[in-house]
Nanobody, 117 residues
Framework: VQLQASGGGLVQAGDSLRLSCTAS????????MGWFRQAPGKEREYVAG??????????DDSVQGRFIISRINARDTITVSLQMNNLKPEDTAVYYC?????????WGQGTLVTVSS
């Protein structure tokens, strides 16, 4: 599975940004999709996740109410998006998308989000 993320950039506090990630390759599994982030000098942390059908979504407390995760399952690709609203300087990080099965996690290359105060 290949994951390609995009949409990062430099924004000001209070702005919005939308990240997208397209998964392609072996699409036979029912992948749960997610977003993680890693700030400079910190561990990678969970941000949000979404079930295969999209009916269940999960958020870290730090982004609950500000971020929205969604997905589109097509025949050969999966697109997962992260709508980020009311961004804060502490949201600054490299954001990674993930595709998960019970046995394995696939990672994208990351996209940098910088929020200035």
């Amino acid at each position: 599975v290949q994951l390609q993320a995009s949409g990062g950039g430099l924004v000001q506090a209070g702005d919005s940004l939308r990240l997208s990630c397209t998964a392609s390759g072996n699409m036979y599994n029912r992948y749960r999709m997610g977003w993680f982030r890693q700030a400079p000098g910190k561990e990678r942390e969970y941000v949000a996740g979404i079930s295969w059908s999209g009916s269940s979504t999960y958020y870290d407390d730090s982004v609950q109410g500000r971020f929205i995760i969604s997905r589109i399952n097509a025949r050969d690709t999966i697109t997962v998006s992260l709508q980020m609203n009311n961004l804060k300087p502490e949201d600054t990080a490299v954001y990674y998308c993930s595709a998960e099965t019970p046995n394995k996690v696939y990672w994208g290359q990351g996209t940098l989000v910088t929020v200035s105060s």
